[in-house]
């Protein structure tokens, strides 16, 4: 159980590298991410001196970027994915020796990284592409000729249940 919460009945559940508090906050998962990627920022600060900064870049996607992108459409828009964009910011102002109260932006444009807001966005559109086949549009559950009769459907509560369309389809 989580101390900070009031509720009886919350529990950790770890599912296939994500952590999730059966509530779907993700604050255990993304506090796993902050170790993980707290180890990699530390160990790109031990081999700054030795490598280029493109083989630094390199080593970020490898393991920093793969770490971060995984899973980013579930938890990414999660209102504690601050904490993951600072350790961003981080790692980058390691790779170019930036000051501490430097600005990011141009940063990210040098070393060609999208922050993660834009990955989110980038990441859910390629899932929308690639997997549109198993969304729903609205006009699934209506048949009135509305402006947003062929968006796709969202669900009305916050909340993911067995029969929702994660739940649904297994091959996501």
């Known amino acids: ?10 529990y950790l559940y770890k599912i296939s590298w994500f952590n999730c508090w059966c509530s779907l906050t993700w604050i255990s998962h993304i506090d796993s991410l902050t170790k993980k990627l707290s180890t990699t920022c530390y160990l790109i600060g031990n081999i700054k001196p030795y490598l280029s900064i493109s083989t630094l870049k390199i080593i970020y996607h490898s393991i920093f970027h793969s770490i971060l992108s995984y899973g980013i ?4 828009n999660s209102s504690h994915n601050s904490v993951i964009f600072k350790m961003q910011k981080r ?5 170019m020796g930036g000051e501490h109260r430097e600005s990011y932006r141009e940063l990210f444009k040098e070393l060609k990284i999208l922050p993660l807001s834009p ?3 980038f990441c859910s559109l390629f899932f929308v592409v690639n997997k549109g086949d198993y969304l729903v549009s609205n006009s699934v559950y209506h048949n009135i000729n509305t402006r947003q009769r062929n968006d796709l459907h969202l669900p009305l509560s916050g909340h993911v249940s067995e029969g929702s369309l994660l739940f649904r389809h297994q091959n996501l």
Do not use: D
């Open 91 to 95: 790692v980058i102002r390691i790779i």
């Open 1 to 10: 159980m989580h101390s900070n919460f009031p509720y009886a009945r919350y």
């Open 73 to 76: 459409i579930f938890w990414g």
């Open 119 to 121: 990955q989110l966005i």
